[in-house]
């Protein structure tokens, strides 16, 4: 196959559309998985664990870690780590590395929401709680894998947010360290190249998951912010259909994931579309009052 042939599939590939041969099976594969004890994580855990992969689970919250790995059994391995403490995360991986006997795909999927405020009133250390484990917990992740991902000629799944791509007041902390994630992703999938392994970058617009809940449906800013955008955009996703994407993403290797596909467009056109969208809200009356009712809490 020649290389302008290569090219044009994997741009196929990455913009979702389906490609020709069969996927790679995925069983026995060793997976590791961040955030494995909730929302799009333990999803995930629960769908890899059906193909017949073996699990490396870490998540902060032990009992609930515990309690998935009791029910998938011993091809789940679970290790519990919190991914901003950069010694502890590499110490946990590095155990279930012995497990698994190394990595050929790692999902750094761990994240936080921060309490709605402007950047003026946001106490300093919910900014850097939110990037701390948001951005450096995805460094702090993939990079004691690469070397496993190299020999094996894996796959690093990196989860960001379209969140990364679309303006929005009262949590911007969260889409600022989204879109760090994407670079990293980005970065990181041109420095793998050369060794064979790759990198994808998945972006989600809503998924129905506790977290999305607490922030979108039990706070009113989130309510009103969410009801500002197009229709289409506002559809969620279970977690389980979210799993569902990346797993078929470990196992086609693309270099982005964007679900739903309503955000398609969007992810594709952002250069102009952010052009527009920025002036038509800085403009705006109502987002005006917005950030004012948010500025009011405090």
């Not at 333990?42 to 009791?70: C, K, P």
């Not at 360290?177 to 060794?195: D, F, T």
């Not at 990198?199 to 617009?205: I, L, S």
């Amino acid at each position: 196959m020649s290389r302008h042939l290569r090219t044009l599939l994997g741009v196929v590939r990455d913009l979702g559309l389906p490609l020709p041969g069969p996927s790679q099976d995925l069983r026995d594969k060793s997976v590791l998985i961040t955030g494995a004890a909730s929302g799009i994580g333990l999803a995930l855990a629960h769908t890899l664990h059906a193909r017949g992969a073996v699990l490396g689970l870490v998540d902060r919250d032990e009992t609930a870690l515990a309690a998935v790995a009791a029910e998938l059994g011993t091809r789940a391995h679970p290790a519990v780590a919190d991914v901003a403490d950069r010694s502890g995360i590499a110490d946990a991986i590095g155990g279930l590395a012995r497990h698994t006997g190394g990595w050929d795909a790692v999902v750094a999927n761990a994240g936080v929401t921060p309490s709605p405020g402007t950047l003026r009133q946001l106490p300093p250390h919910e900014f850097d709680r939110v990037v701390s484990v948001n951005l450096t917990g995805v460094f702090n992740t993939v990079r004691p894998t690469l070397d496993d991902v190299i020999a094996r000629r894996g796959y690093v799944l990196v989860v960001s947010s379209a969140a990364a791509f679309t303006p929005g007041p009262g949590g911007s902390p969260y889409m600022i360290s989204k879109a760090g994630v994407e670079q990293l992703g980005r970065a990181l999938r041109l420095e793998l190249a050369p060794h064979g392994a790759d990198v994808g970058v998945a972006y989600f617009g809503f998924v129905d998951t506790p977290l999305a809940r607490a922030t979108l449906d039990d706070d009113p800013l989130g309510r009103a912010l969410e009801a500002r955008l197009p229709g289409p955009l506002r559809k969620r996703i279970t977690a389980e259909q979210a799993a569902e994407v990346l797993a078929r993403a470990i196992a086609h290797r693309p270099g982005r994931v964007v679900a739903p596909a309503a955000w398609q467009p969007w992810a594709l056109l952002r250069g102009v579309l952010n052009v527009v969208a920025d002036r038509h809200l800085a403009a705006d009356p109502r987002c005006h009052a917005l950030i004012r009712d948010l500025e009011a809490r405090h």
